[in-house]
């Protein structure tokens, strides 16, 4: 998976133009997925829909807030469909994953 993730991360600079933190941020958010993959004894090719939203369950367990969530599955969207794009997966088990929707709190209103 190492590989295949130095090789996402090249495609994001150099055909993507992305920034350095972007960058970062995804192989931020993906190395720790490799590491949850290992720990749970996967590999690239057994991961389904459902490991990762129980991946993203651990996540908001652990206490990351909703948008850090949301952060990491796009990361993910984005290594899976280059992973089918460059024929390494046949299917993207995060097609139709929707990112949890952040709470949206009611503004304060100041009173006189």
């Known amino acids: 998976m190492q590989a295949?993730?130095?090789?996402?991360?090249?495609y994001?600079?150099?055909e993507r133009g992305l920034a350095d933190n972007t960058i970062?941020?995804?192989g931020r958010d993906l190395k720790n997925y490799a590491?949850?993959?290992a720990n749970k004894k996967m590999t690239i090719n057994s991961v389904t829909q459902t490991s990762i939203i129980s991946y993203l369950l651990h996540l908001q367990g652990k206490g990351l807030a909703t948008a850090s969530v949301s952060r990491n599955l796009a990361s993910l969207k984005s290594f899976f469909h280059f992973l089918v794009r460059e024929n390494v997966l046949?299917?993207?088990p995060t097609l139709n994953l929707e990112s949890p929707?952040?709470?949206k709190k009611l503004p304060q209103v100041l009173t006189t």
């Open 24 to 26: 970062q941020s995804y």
């Open 101 to 103: 929707k952040q709470q």
């Open 35 to 37: 590491t949850y993959l």
């Open 90 to 92: 046949s299917s993207d």
């Open 12 to 14: 994001l600079a150099v």
């Open 4 to 10: 295949l993730l130095q090789n996402f991360l090249a």
